[in-house]
């Protein structure tokens, strides 16, 4: 199917103008006293007040000094920000927002992990670079070696092969690597032949191996270095550990709202077969079956960019959530039965924006949903689903 691509243009603030200056006041000379015939008897000297013009703009010269030193220093917080990029996690690190729902994806693969624990050690091991290194022959930004990969990687983000080059493959194939040395350690420290933090002793037994923390009852010498490396990193994505609170009504380590309720997916995303055109391409978003009315939200706070009625994609609505780390994200509602948002409107996150219907090219009642990524579409399951099923 073509999708309607659609730009928003940015507006700018006009810029204001420049400030006049007042006028300081004058001030008149005081005449100098006539010297008393008799010195041993002299006159003092009478105080004179201000002006009647300095009266008038001393107070107004003290205003405006106070106002221009107030908004030197910020002045009142913006009420309407830019973006959403504050109150999303995502925007507090320096990571490709496509790689984040694999992050958390991955780590919730088990208890031990956090998302940050994974993009640390990716930092530490390539510094989120692709590029191979002959000497080992490990290669993308996991740094497996192909007899690793065969171990733990897979195809994971359904594009029909399976790479360590490819960067939602690496990060999960590390986070099954890691749930399973995390999973040995616990059993070690359960039966007291070792001692430590759990997450220390996983990242010591990807460094040195569990023998060597076997061995050592603790956190070996071999892999202190590597250890200090990752901590060292650790702060840099702590916010990836922290739920979306924009995004009220997600699940725990998705990005996104669910667009309908219960998410029951019949066709996900990846190559397949047109049930009506037979024409096999790629199938651009997720379809949630859903009942004919049933209520659809937005997946988070943005700005209606398209809603119309279209041949393909029956009543559709593309809602713009703004700039994340460089890169545009979108999201898409199809086959709609009425639409509830207008083109300019701001909707929050579960907002409604219209209702479930099988309108354009379809066999029955469901969304197609899709999430689109600085003009490229994405498998929208881990944004939405942590799981990913």
Not at 42 to 65: D, E, F, I
Not at 251 to 267: C, M, Q, Y
Not at 359 to 376: A, W
Request: include cysteine; charge should be negative; proline fraction near 9%.
């Amino acid at each position: 199917m073509n999708d309607e691509r659609l730009t928003v243009a940015q507006t700018a603030d006009d810029p204001h103008g420049p400030r006049p200056k007042p006028d300081r006041p004058g001030s008149d000379q005081p005449e100098q006293p006539e010297q008393p015939e008799q010195p041993e008897q002299p006159r003092k000297r009478k105080r004179r007040g201000p002006g009647p013009v300095a009266l008038l703009l001393l107070p107004a010269l003290v205003t405006v000094t106070g106002v221009a030193a107030f908004l030197a220093l910020g002045g009142l917080p913006n009420p309407w920000p830019d973006d959403d990029s504050a109150a999303d996690p995502s925007a507090a690190v320096g990571v490709d927002p496509s790689y984040i729902p694999w992050l958390r994806k991955a780590a919730s693969a088990c208890t031990v992990l956090e998302p940050s624990v994974l993009a640390a050690q990716i930092d530490q091991l390539s510094g989120w670079s692709d590029d191979s290194d002959e000497l080992s022959g490990q290669k993308g930004i996991a740094a497996f070696t192909d007899d690793e990969w065969r171990t733990w990687g897979k195809d994971d983000d359904g594009n029909g092969r399976s790479s360590p080059r490819d960067p939602a493959d690496a990060i999960m194939a590390l986070g099954r690597r890691d749930c399973s040395l995390a999973g040995k350690v616990t059993e070690l420290r359960t039966e007291g032949r070792v001692n430590g933090d759990l997450v220390e002793l996983t990242l010591a037994a990807y460094a040195a191996g569990p023998d060597a923390v076997t061995e050592a009852g603790r956190v070996p010498a071999a892999a202190k270095t590597y250890l200090a490396e990752v901590q060292a990193l650790l702060p840099r994505y702590e916010a990836l550990d922290r739920e979306d609170s924009g995004s009220a009504g997600s699940a725990a380590g998705a990005l996104l709202t669910a667009p309908v309720n219960p998410l029951t997916i019949t066709s996900p995303f990846g190559s397949r077969e047109h049930p009506l055109t037979g024409v096999t391409k790629l199938h651009t978003g997720v379809d949630f079956a859903a009942p004919q009315g049933a209520q659809v939200v937005a997946a988070r706070r943005g700005r209606v960019v398209f809603a119309a009625l279209t041949s393909a994609y029956g009543n559709r609505i593309v809602i713009d959530h703004g700039t994340i780390q460089g890169k545009r994200v979108e999201t898409t509602y199809s086959h709609l039965s009425s639409l509830g948002a207008t083109v300019g409107q701001t909707v929050e996150a579960g907002a409604p924006i219209g209702r479930v219907g099988s309108t354009g090219l379809s066999t029955g009642p469901h969304l197609h949903f899709e999430v689109i990524l600085d003009g490229y579409y994405t498998d929208p399951r881990p944004w939405v689903l942590p799981s990913g099923v």
